[in-house]
C-alpha cells in the first residue's frame, strides 16, 4: 500500500483515479495525492543549481538565465533566494542593492 507523502503515514485509502493514476487519501491529515505523480522532472534540481552557480559567477541575469533554461525570469529569482537563503549572512534586499562603486557621479 502507498504511504503519504506529506507525513509518511500508512493509514491511507484509495479514493479514485486522476489522470488514470490511483488516488489517495490520508487518514490522518485528509490529504489527498497521486502515487506515482510524475510530475517533477529528474533534471529540476540540476537546472537549479546551474542557475544559481551562474548567477554567483556574475556571468548571467535573471532574463538571460530565463531564457537559456526556458523559465521565467521570477523564477529563477525565486530559486536563487531561496538557495541564498540557506547560507549564513544572506538577504536578498542586500543582493538588489547597487554597490557604492557602480553608481554613476
Not at 39 to 49: D, E, H, T
Not at 74 to 84: D, E, K, N
Request: hydrophobic residues 40%; contains cysteine.
Amino acid at each position: 500500500m502507498a504511504q503519504c507523502k506529506r507525513c509518511n503515514s500508512d493509514d491511507v485509502v484509495k479514493r479514485g483515479f486522476v489522470r488514470h493514476k490511483q488516488r489517495y487519501q490520508c487518514k490522518e491529515y485528509d490529504y489527498h495525492f497521486v502515487s506515482g505523480d510524475g510530475r517533477v522532472k529528474a533534471s529540476l534540481p540540476v537546472k537549479k543549481a546551474l542557475v544559481v552557480i551562474l548567477y554567483s559567477l556574475g556571468k548571467a541575469s535573471f532574463g538571460m538565465l530565463g531564457k537559456l533554461f526556458d523559465r521565467s525570469r521570477s523564477l529563477t529569482y525565486r530559486w536563487i533566494v531561496a538557495h541564498g537563503e540557506l547560507l549564513p549572512g544572506w538577504s536578498a534586499i542586500a543582493m538588489l542593492q547597487p554597490s557604492a562603486g557602480s553608481m554613476i557621479k
